[in-house]
């Protein structure tokens, strides 16, 4: 049975300057229910060693954070109501090298990948509308839904435990396109580490509630920041068992057989995007989050939800791409995004302004391959 790989949080040691240095190692899931109240815990100064000293979404963050975990405070919050969620690309990890996490691993499964043969109508896909969209920086709702449709059909019959595999040792090793000296797996955005392992220290409950495939999020998440794999919620494939038949799919019938499988279908269920998110936060949280991290109109539903009508103080943080020097930036979409946050109260985080390095320190940014 597949077991999530796992690397470490940030350990913070001694910083020197502006360098800080990463150690990773092996370690089980965070548990979902943790035990330890560490009610005093706030953050130390190297808890944000790849922020800006001045940052002002930083400071807002980490007040809101102290006044939390204070009993004394009026904005302290009970520890099983500190939930916070995060959506994936564009706010974790990176979309613009030179797109989205899980559109660049179905370019590499269907022209890549010597284990699969892609039918002829997909590969065509890919070459002749999709990659060209997306070099072009001009995808279209209607490529990205036959996008959804192929994306699921590529990966039918896979176990669970292939395809985790697949992700999380086939793709995120793989070098990522638009930085020299980086995998995939290595696009986490540096400074949102440093978010989540001081969340999780404060004891809040971290979820990813993405607009990606549940099962790609879960392997990248729980790989690269230690996120458990039950607080990962995406869009959804179905699934079935392995020796279940087109006769028996609706699974309410079917009988679980000894050294069956669970493998994905082709059947996209449903699109973890925009109110969705809200109807699953409720659907497999049950409780209101206390602060939102997106990065477009995607997770705008989201973070509304979060700030509004809450019994406790609430936040919400959308990330700006508008760094054009370390990354591939966009100042036009970036200003959109500025706009629609400040319309909606929420607060913003600039990549150029308030993050001192994005990725790792040997990455390098380079023209897009295609």
């Given amino acids: 049975m597949f077991r999530f790989k796992f690397i470490s949080k940030t350990m913070s040691a001694l910083v020197v300057l502006s360098t800080l240095t990463t150690l990773c190692g092996c370690q089980t899931a965070p548990s979902a229910n943790k035990t330890n109240n560490k009610e005093t815990k706030t953050a130390a100064a190297n808890d944000f060693g790849y ?15 102290e006044n939390a975990v204070n009993p004394d405070s009026e904005g302290y919050i009970p520890v099983e109501n500190r939930i916070a969620v995060f959506d994936m690309d564009g706010t974790l990890l990176s979309e613009t090298n030179p797109y989205y996490f899980e559109w660049m691993m179905f370019f ?6 010597d284990t699969y043969t892609a039918p002829e109508e997909i590969k065509t896909f890919v070459t002749d509308v999709a990659m060209p969209a997306v070099y072009a920086g001009d995808v279209s709702d209607e490529i990205d839904a036959q ?20 992700v999380q040792d086939v ?9 020299e000296n980086m995998t995939y797996g290595e696009s986490f955005f540096m400074p949102m580490r440093n978010v989540v392992d001081y969340l999780q220290d404060n004891d809040f409950e971290v979820y990813v509630v993405s607009g990606a495939d549940r099962y790609t999020t879960r392997a990248a ?6 996120i458990p794999a039950n607080h990962v919620i995406g869009s959804d494939t179905d699934v079935k068992g392995s020796k279940q038949s087109d006769e028996d799919e609706d699974g309410e019938f079917y009988t679980w057989q000894s050294g069956e499988e669970v493998v994905r279908t082709a059947d996209l269920k449903k699109k973890n995007l925009k109110t969705n998110k809200v109807t699953a936060i409720n659907r497999e949280i049950g409780i209101q989050p206390v602060l939102a991290f997106g990065n477009s109109s995607g997770d705008e539903s989201m973070a509304l939800y979060t700030i509004n009508d809450n019994e406790y103080p609430a936040e919400a943080f959308l990330i700006l791409c508008d760094d054009e020097t370390r990354d591939h930036g966009n100042k036009e979409k970036a200003a ?10 929420f607060n913003t985080i600039s990549m150029e302004q308030d993050w001192t390095t994005i990725y790792p320190e ?9």
């Fill in 336 to 345: 959109s995004t500025k706009e629609m946050a400040d319309k909606d109260g």
């Fill in 108 to 113: 590499n499964r269907v022209l890549n990948d």
């Fill in 171 to 179: 793709f995120m090793n793989l070098p990522a396109d638009g930085q």
């Fill in 362 to 370: 040997e990455a390098k940014i380079t023209d897009k391959s295609k």
């Fill in 221 to 226: 998440v729980t790989k690269e920041l230690g």
């Fill in 147 to 166: 996008f959804s449709q192929y994306q699921a059909k590529v990966y039918e019959g896979m176990s669970l435990d292939d395809y985790y595999d697949y």
């Fill in 51 to 65: 922020w800006k000293a001045d940052s002002k979404p930083k400071e807002v963050l980490t007040e809101f954070v």
